[in-house]
Every structure is written in structure tokens, then in C-alpha cells.
């Protein structure tokens, strides 16, 4: 008899962006592990990005258990729609913040402790006590962010004799945006105090990257397992390269991945070399700052950009498969090295080389190497990373541009989904 887990999440279909994949992915696999499924989500969340096509991967006849959410972002468009609506994204512009920005900020960093769904909490304990009691299922599953999900799990680990298995998609006190909230240094304390005390308590904990594990070893002494994002092995239509040499970045590009090194060596070589100014295009699918457009503006590569803006799940992995070369670009930051972005994984699937840009020894580089599927640059690197442009150009131009992938099948969701039924089977 498949073993029954409650899956506590806040981001389901229809939601879009990142945040949903993960555990929509697992959900589709974990009955081929003999692991059933029931999902508990928020009936009436603010999903600041929607993709319809995510729907079509539920499996027909899946326990979804609703309840309804309030959530002040809802109050907060009093202010300004347009500002809230950036904040619950998780864009924070440092820059000429206004007086509306700043307050919205710091509302949300010292009201809202561990975050604006922290009034899901006590009426989820409520019903969810109810409902594991009745259905006689011993096994949770809490995913954050948002990390008041893990307040619940905390809860029903007090009320009830279950098992936990607390999953971070993302860390808690040292996220890169958590230093920009405006945090008292009581609030900032609090949050330590809550992290720690999730920590603690659940079963098992589950991180998507290496530094992530390395941190929050120094918290807790419970197990703690690295499960990566990964990438569907699915069929899809076979699309033709881009007859460009199209450089393309698919997902948020916000202020602070920046990297003017990145720009600057494109627009030297798009004055250097008449062929790659002829043949090059630059291309953006998501959010990209202002500033960021500014910038490539400023070294005259305006001409050569394409902004396609957000675009569904299906048309990015289309837009990976025909570009000739993907960008994967972190901010330069100690704090960033642990931040593996889910889209690598798919980056690597699709076979088209990567040149990825962030910190010093990022797990982002590790993986890249790992896996043969590109280039990494630190910040400072950019005679290396335009030689290595100039290199993929000419591949291009002998029509040679490929990768050759080594040990992919490890980053499979369904071999990841094994490994987090196997985890799952322990718990007992």
C-alpha cells in the first residue's frame, strides 16, 4: 500500500514562475515510488506571475486539499498596486527607492514575521490536525518560501505524532533579499529564532544546493539531504537553431545581476568584428530591471536586444533549445554562492553551451564543470570571457556550436523524485 504524504505548499497551478516547479515535478513521479500524494494549497493565494499551461501536468485524480488564504498584500495596493505587486515578487530595487517603497518594505519585513502568509498558519494547524487525525497519514512535507509554510509544519509536529520533512527551495535569514527588508534588529531576531527552531525540530531537512546544506549544518544536528531543482525528460517538438548568434537569458534579471563586465565585452565585440556585429542578437525572457536596460543601452547594444518580456514555461524551454548560446548570471556576492537558479538544469537538458557569471566558488560553477555543458566568469574575468565568446562564435559560424553533456540523468525530476521517495520511506 503506497505510503500517503501531505505536501504543504504554497505555489500550485495555477502560479507560475519557478517557485510552482519543484514540487508539481515531484507530485507528477512520486506514485511511480510508491508514495501517494495529497496536496494542501491555498484557495484564493496572490500569485504574482500566472502560466496556465503548469495545469495540464496534475495528475487527474490527486487529492488537492484548498483553504482560504488572507494575505495583506491585498491592503498594501492602497498604497501603490504596482510597487506591491513588485515586492511579493522578491524585486527590491536599491536604488532611488521611494518613500512608498520604504514603507511597504519595512511593513513587510517587521509586521509579517516569517513573511505576509503568516495568517495561513493557524487555521492550516487547524484543519490539517483534523484531517492527518482522520485520514490516520504520519508524514508531512512543508516548502519554502514562503517560510511560514515551515511554521505549520512546526505546529502540527507539536499537536501531532508525525513525521516532517521541512524542504528549502531557497535559505531563510541569509536569502539575498532578506538584508534589504528594512529589519529592526529585534525582527532580524526573531527570524534567526524561527529559522532555528524549523531547523531543530523537523525529521529531515532538504536543500537545493550544497552551501545551503553547509549553513544550516552549523544550526542543527538533524539530517540534512541536497535534492537539486532538475529538468523533465520530456518529448518536444524539434525546433531549428536561430540563425543569429543569439545569446539569450531566460528568467528575472533584476538590478543587482548586473554584470557590466558581460556587456561591455559584447559591445567591444560587436565594434571589433563586423561579422558578429551582422550575426549577433541578445535576447531576455522575464523581468529585466531598468537599470539593467540602461546599461545596454549606454554601450550601444540596444539594436541587438530582443525583450520577449515574461513568457510561458513551454515557449522558455523552446527559446533555450534554439539559442546558440544561454546565460546564467549571479550576483557577485558571497551570499550568492549557494543560489543554484532552477533553469540550469534545463539549460543543460537542452544542450545549447552555457556561460554562466557570479561569485567565487559558486555550486553553480561546480555543476557546470560537472556536467561539461559550458563556461563560468567570475566578475573580473573579461579577457577569458570574451575569448571564450569569440571561440563559441566561430563554432557557430563552422555550424559546430554543441555541447556534450556528461552524467545529466542524476538531474532527471523523476531520478530526483527517487531520491526523495527514498528519503521519505525512512521516515517511519
Known amino acids: 500500500m503506497p505510503k ?13 514562475g519557478p517557485g510552482v516547479q519543484r514540487w ?23 500569485y ?38 513588485k ?28 513573511d505576509a502568509r503568516k495568517y495561513w498558519i493557524q487555521p492550516s494547524v487547524k484543519f490539517l490536525k483534523k484531517y492527518l487525525s482522520e485520514e490516520h497519514i504520519d508524514t508531512i512535507i512543508t516548502t519554502g518560501p514562503p ?34 527588508l528594512k529589519l529592526t534588529e529585534k525582527s532580524q531576531q526573531k527570524h534567526k529564532v524561527l529559522e532555528a527552531s524549523v531547523l531543530q525540530t523537523a525529521d529531515v531537512i532538504v536543500t537545493t544546493s550544497f552551501t545551503t546544506k553547509e549553513e544550516f549544518s552549523a544550526i ?16 518536444y517538438e524539434q525546433k531549428s537553431l536561430s540563425e543569429k548568434f543569439s545569446i539569450s537569458h531566460i528568467g528575472s534579471l533584476l538590478s543587482e545581476r548586473n554584470p557590466e563586465i558581460l556587456w561591455t565585452v559584447l559591445a567591444d565585440l560587436v565594434q571589433e568584428h563586423t561579422d558578429f556585429a551582422k550575426d549577433f542578437q541578445l535576447q531576455f525572457a522575464g523581468v529585466v530591471s531598468d537599470r539593467i536596460k540602461r546599461m545596454i543601452q549606454k554601450v550601444g547594444l540596444d539594436d541587438y536586444t530582443v525583450y520577449h518580456g515574461y513568457i510561458s514555461h513551454k515557449k522558455a524551454l523552446e527559446l533555450q533549445r534554439t539559442s546558440q548560446v544561454l546565460l546564467l548570471i549571479e550576483i557577485d556576492a558571497e551570499k550568492t554562492k549557494g543560489i543554484i537558479a532552477g533553469k540550469i538544469f534545463e539549460y543543460m537538458a537542452a544542450e545549447r553551451p552555457i556561460i554562466g557569471l557570479g561569485p567565487k566558488d559558486a555550486d553553480i560553477s561546480k555543476i557546470i564543470k560537472e556536467t561539461n555543458t559550458g563556461s563560468y566568469f567570475l566578475y573580473t574575468e573579461k579577457e577569458q570571457l570574451k ?4 571561440t563559441y562564435y566561430n563554432l557557430y559560424k563552422q555550424h559546430q556550436l554543441k555541447t556534450s553533456p556528461i552524467g545529466l540523468q542524476k538531474y532527471s525530476r523523476k531520478a530526483l523524485t527517487k531520491r526523495l521517495a527514498d528519503l521519505l520511506h525512512t521516515l517511519v
Open 4 to 16: 500517503k504524504v501531505v505536501i504543504i505548499s504554497y505555489y500550485w497551478p495555477p502560479a507560475g
Open 24 to 46: 508539481l515535478k515531484f507530485v507528477k513521479y512520486l506514485r511511480d515510488f510508491d508514495i501517494e500524494p495529497v496536496l494542501y494549497v491555498p484557495k484564493n493565494p496572490s
Open 48 to 85: 504574482p506571475i500566472v502560466d496556465e499551461t503548469f495545469s495540464s501536468e496534475i495528475p487527474d485524480d490527486i487529492t488537492i486539499l484548498k483553504q482560504s488564504i488572507f494575505e495583506p498584500y491585498s491592503l498594501a495596493t492602497i498604497f501603490s498596486k504596482k510597487k506591491t505587486k
Open 87 to 114: 515586492i511579493s515578487k522578491g524585486i527590491i530595487a536599491k536604488e532611488k527607492q521611494t518613500f512608498i517603497e520604504k514603507l511597504l518594505l519595512y511593513i513587510r519585513g517587521n509586521f509579517f514575521i516569517p
Open 147 to 180: 517560510h511560514s509554510l515551515h511554521m505549520i509544519g512546526l505546529g502540527l509536529k507539536a499537536e501531532l505524532d508525525i513525521k516532517w520533512l521541512a524542504d528549502f527551495r531557497d535559505p531563510w535569514t541569509t536569502i539575498g533579499y532578506h538584508s534589504e
Open 220 to 235: 542543527t544536528t538533524q539530517p540534512i539531504e541536497v535534492i537539486t531543482n532538475g529538468f523533465d525528460v520530456e518529448q
Open 387 to 390: 575569448a571564450q565568446i569569440l
